[in-house]
């Protein structure tokens, strides 16, 4: 189905450049798939294992397989982006999420009507976690994302990061706010709002004013008015998924990208149990996230205007190493400068991916294929997601501590640092 970029106004008509409405956009987007993100659900994690009556390694288990199912077809979603455009994919899937927040908050129901056995909870709260997961995280952050970066180029990584900085507070704030938020309404009632809020209000707001790229606008990136077409240069650097695949820059950054998730994920998921084997209480714990989300509001503010004037290699090669900071951070939380250590690098480092999974894709591989080259890093990055949590809880219960999948992670992001300093990352010149 084609809508006219034309309706119900034309953009090229406005006074000032309309890749700034896209921005806006593109921000809410993004926050609103919060319900589907870690921090969004980790704050319903004890509510669910209360109304479900299951543990939290099963809880685990059911966001693993539900989270590892989705990934498995974001990579199609992609391609639906590159083939649909972003105006019908984004409003399409904000309907969609809304839908799957109000299973959400009626699995316990769902459950009870199948069965009200332990295996039917398990099933109802997996199904569940695969449609927030695939829709919210998957689908509406990356067509959220994707739909910007086709709007700018000489200050794309400046605009990306003025968005990242914005949904990096919102994200970092999100587990505080939905927290108390529960505290005074209840859980249920508290999904409910989110789902009215993207279901209807953002989905609207995305039919109206989202349109597909410049050109079909009669617009150029950044703003000037003409006949717009893609060079032959540009279409000879836009690579495939295929193309990208061979290119170990792609799986660098990609591994990379999942190991932010796995570790990130397992953390923010267990926050509160991470803290009270530290001895430390869940108000300590949520604390975590106001220096996290200055740590990396900062960071992404410094680092998106460095992002067009340097290579992103050096930008990957110390996220990489605050990484590794954080995880001697959780490792050691129960300490002072282990708290402040695990803020700084997981709130740098955020930051810093929150540059890179935007810029990185369109500037090595180019704008042609973006939403399926993106896609399948994204089904990467949420499968490293799925397994962090469990991974987690299944070394605490083996253990008796998290310190063991911790310096399991160490590991692996100390391996990749040593190979994004060793493969060559030289950038195509950018001619779109």
Same mark, same amino acid.
């Given at each position: ?30 926050? %609103? ?11 319903? @994690?004890? $509510?669910?294992? @209360?109304? *479900? ?12 397989? &539900? ?5 498995? =077809? ?21 309907? %969609? ?16 009507? +199948? ?15 695969? *449609?927030?997961?695939?829709? #919210?995280? &998957? ?9 910007? +970066? ?25 587990? *505080? ?18 789902? +009215?809020?993207? #279901? ?52 660098? =950054?990609? +591994? ?31 604390? =975590? ?9 900062? @960071? ?28 001697? &951070? ?35 591989? &180019? ?9 399948? $890093? ?19 219960? *083996? ?34």
């Amino acid at each position: 189905m084609h809508i006219s970029s034309s309706w119900p106004f034309k953009p090229n008509k406005f006074k000032f450049y309309y890749g700034w409405v896209i921005w806006v956009a593109s921000a809410v987007g993004i926050l %609103c798939t919060i319900p589907g993100q870690t921090v969004g659900i980790a704050a319903f @994690t004890d $509510s669910l294992i @209360t109304a *479900l009556n299951i543990s939290r390694t099963e809880l685990s288990l059911a966001y693993l397989i &539900g989270t590892i199912i989705s990934s498995f =077809y974001l990579t199609r979603a992609g391609r639906w982006f590159d083939i649909l455009g972003a105006r019908m994919m984004i409003s399409t899937a904000s309907i %969609c999420f809304s839908l799957s927040i109000i299973y959400l908050s009626f699995v316990d129901t769902i459950g009870a009507l +199948l069965g009200g056995s332990n295996f039917a909870n398990l099933g109802a709260i997996t199904f569940g976690f695969f *449609l927030v997961r695939f829709l #919210g995280q &998957g689908v509406l952050t990356n067509c959220s994302r994707n739909s910007l +970066l086709l709007w700018f180029n000489e200050k794309r990584g400046l605009v990306v990061g003025m968005r990242t900085v914005v949904i990096s507070f919102g994200f970092s704030t999100a587990p *505080l706010f939905l927290g108390n938020a529960i505290g005074i309404v209840g859980w249920k009632e508290t999904l409910w709002f989110l789902a +009215l809020f993207v #279901g209807v209000g953002f989905s609207a707001l995305a039919f109206i004013f989202i349109r597909d790229n410049p050109k079909s606008c009669g617009l150029e990136m950044d703003g000037f008015i003409s006949n717009f077409r893609i060079s032959t240069r540009e279409e000879v650097q836009s690579a495939t998924l295929a193309q990208a695949k061979k290119n170990p820059i792609f799986w660098v =950054y990609s +591994l990379s990208f999942c190991a932010h998730a796995m570790f990130i994920t397992a953390v923010i998921f267990h926050i509160t149990s991470i803290f009270a084997e530290a001895g430390k209480s869940p108000v300590e714990a949520f604390s =975590y996230f106001i220096p996290a989300a200055i740590f990396s509001t900062t @960071t992404n503010m410094v680092t998106s205007w460095l992002s067009d004037r340097i290579g992103l290699k050096p930008l990957l090669v110390v996220m990489l190493f605050v990484f590794a900071l954080g995880c001697f &951070g959780v490792i050691n939380v129960g300490k002072e400068w282990g708290f402040w250590l695990l803020a700084f690098g997981f709130g740098t480092g955020s930051g810093l991916w929150g540059v890179l999974t935007n810029l990185t894709f369109i500037r090595f591989f &180019g704008p042609n294929h973006i939403g399926e080259i993106s896609g399948f $890093s994204a089904s990467l990055s949420v499968f490293a997601s799925a397994i962090g949590p469990a991974l987690f809880s299944f070394g605490y219960d *083996l253990f008796g501590s998290y310190t063991a999948p911790a310096k399991l992670s160490l590991l692996l992001i100390m391996c990749l640092l040593a190979a994004s300093i060793l493969i060559n990352q030289k950038e195509p010149e950018r001619t779109y």
